[in-house]
């Protein structure tokens, strides 16, 4: 069973940075994809960003292009997300997920962490 295990986030004012980790418990090579994912209050699950761990390609969502930057470590096991330029409105409960090769959907979350933006 894979279990993905975030850190970092926490409260920052607009303008502001932040990184945020995700660790993977086995080889990622086993994977296709990790992204992530964000929720704010009262609304649903959308999504930030992704990588592909084969070719490293990425995709982002344009509320947060130019802005965020999603990586991954050379070991292959943590995936970031670098934040800069933080608004208020990016203000959420951030969750990254797995997606396993050969499959169509994310199968592994992480337990999310909280990103608050102060204005």
């Known amino acids: 069973q894979v279990q993905l295990v975030q850190s970092g986030g926490g409260l920052v004012q607009a303008g502001g940075s932040l990184r945020l980790s995700c660790a993977a418990s086995?080889?990622?090579?086993?994977?296709?994809?990790m992204g992530w994912f964000r929720q704010a209050p009262g609304k649903e699950r959308e999504f930030v960003a992704h990588?592909?761990?084969?070719?490293?390609?990425?995709f982002y969502a344009d509320s947060v292009k130019g802005r965020f930057t999603i990586s991954r470590d050379n070991a292959r096991t943590t995936v970031y997300l670098q934040m800069n330029s933080l608004k208020p409105e990016d203000t959420a409960v951030y969750y990254c997920?797995?997606?396993?090769?050969?499959?169509?959907?994310?199968?592994?979350w992480g337990q999310g962490t909280q990103v608050t933006v102060s204005s």
């Open positions: 086995i080889r990622t090579s086993s994977m296709s994809r």
């Open positions: 997920a797995a997606q396993k090769t050969g499959t169509l959907t994310y199968d592994y």
């Open positions: 990588i592909w761990w084969s070719s490293g390609g990425t």
